[in-house]
Antibody, heavy 125, light 108 residues
Framework: QLQLQESGPGLVKPSETLSLTCTVS??????????WGWTRQAPGKGLEWIGS???????YYNPSLKSRVTISVDTSRNQISLRMTSMTAADTGVYYC?????????????????WGQGMLVTVSS | EIVLTQSPGTLSLSPGQRATLSCRAS???????LAWYQQKPGQAPRLLIY???TRATGIPDRFSGSGSGTDFTLTISRLEPEDSAVYYC?????????FGPGTKVDIK
């Protein structure tokens, strides 16, 4: 059964850099039809996609966050990582790791499934 | 960027009733790239419907999706108490996923 587990510091100081890791078990991160990505949710708010990465390293980012975000992949550890710089209080929220299915052609699809349980990140001094 | 709006903001219904949730896009969306998610308090979102109308694995058939172009609908045919949640629509376009603001379904 596929599982995704986020890990990292739950508290980050303003202006510092957030680093989170997502460990995937039950599937290979090198699977050819899947990307792997991050979405976040501010307290009491909706969902915001951050970005996704393919095992080859090809990546896509939300333009609103692109200047501050780097997503990387480590196939040997079956992990992806998120790095977000210049954190502010507005970045406080739950950060989710998820599998991003992208297929094209006759059965073209884009969907995010499944999701990790999420990690609460608080930006505060 | 394609902006999604959802209505109503909150839906308060009784068990056994039918719920109709609307998702409207600021421009035409590929039906293959329209999905719905359910999120219960303290939990991660769960995929319900993808490609407008295909139920995800394990999703009961009381959940159905329809629509095209800029107007999409999630229908819950016979509400059960465990359907109380926030429902989000999602689209993919211009290399970007965006979500609607959500519809909260309260089961009275």
């Amino acid at each position: 059964q596929l599982q995704l587990q986020e890990s990292g510091p739950g508290l980050v100081k303003p202006s510092e850099t957030l680093s989170l890791t997502c460990t995937v078990s039950g599937d290979s991160i090198s699977s050819s039809i899947y990307y792997w990505g991050w979405t976040r949710q501010a307290p009491g708010k909706g969902l915001e996609w951050i970005g996704s990465i393919y095992y080859s390293g090809a990546s896509y980012y939300n333009p609103s966050l692109k200047s501050r975000v780097t997503i990387s992949v480590d196939t040997s550890r079956n992990q992806i990582s998120l790095r977000m710089t210049s954190m502010t209080a507005a970045d406080t929220g739950v950060y989710y790791c998820m599998r991003d299915r992208r297929t094209d052609g006759g059965n073209s699809v884009r969907m995010l499934d499944p999701w990790g349980q999420g990690m609460l990140v608080t930006v505060s001094s | 960027e394609i902006v999604l709006t959802q209505s109503p903001g909150t839906l308060s219904l009784s068990p056994g009733q039918r719920a109709t949730l609307s998702c409207r896009a600021s421009q035409s969306v590929s039906g293959s790239y329209l999905a719905w998610y359910q999120q219960k308090p303290g939990q991660a979102p769960r995929l319900l419907i993808y490609s407008t109308s295909t139920r995800a694995t394990g999703i009961p058939d009381r959940f159905s999706g329809s629509g095209s172009g800029t107007d999409f609908t999630l229908t819950i045919s016979r509400l059960e108490p465990e359907d109380s949640a926030v429902y989000y629509c999602q689209q993919y376009g211009y290399s970007l996923y965006t979500f609607g603001p959500g519809t909260k379904v309260d089961i009275k």
